[in-house]
């Protein structure tokens, strides 16, 4: 009972934090920006589109969160999470590599994930009721690479459209030019 007990209360707090940063994201709540500021804030980090990514950083954040404190989908739900604590701290706390001091609050979470991932969901979660409880260093695994994969994907769709818009933009000013030219002569 104890180690269930303990599983229930790790995995309701983590997954609460979870859904209040996602849900700052999605709408704002708790003193957040919602996907306009939170938009702004990742473009600025090379995230691009940005109110694409906040929105899809606050549905893996509050989904996920609430599946973990659930115990329902607990590997995927761990992955949600991690990935986005995983970009958070390639992006915005160690853009210049890793710093000591820095970074500890989502280093934390990213832990308690994949370590839940790891231990399982136990007794009194969805996964149990269901008969579906996943766990063990495989599944803590696949929850971390899934994560890492995920970030990985997400910072290199950033960097390629703004390379895109970039393109595009060049494009678009050597037509204006040429049209300009054309209209001069």
Known sequence: MGTDLGRLILRVAVGSIFVEHGTQKLFGWFGGHGPGGTGEFFESLG????????????IAESGGGALLALGL??????AAVASVMVTALR?????????????????????NAVAIANIGPGEWSLDAALGRERRGAGWA???????????????????RYSEARVEDGSASEQRAQTGAKAATA
């Open 141 to 159: 695994a696949a929850t971390f690479g899934t994560a890492l994969a995920g970030s990985a994907l997400a910072i290199a769709a950033g960097r």
């Open 91 to 111: 992006t915005a706390i160690w853009p210049d590599g890793i710093k000591v001091g820095t970074g500890g609050y989502e280093l934390l979470l990213l832990a």
């Open 47 to 58: 995230l691009r589109p940005g109110r694409r990514n906040a929105i899809a950083a606050g």
């Open 73 to 78: 989908a607990t590997p995927a739900a761990a």
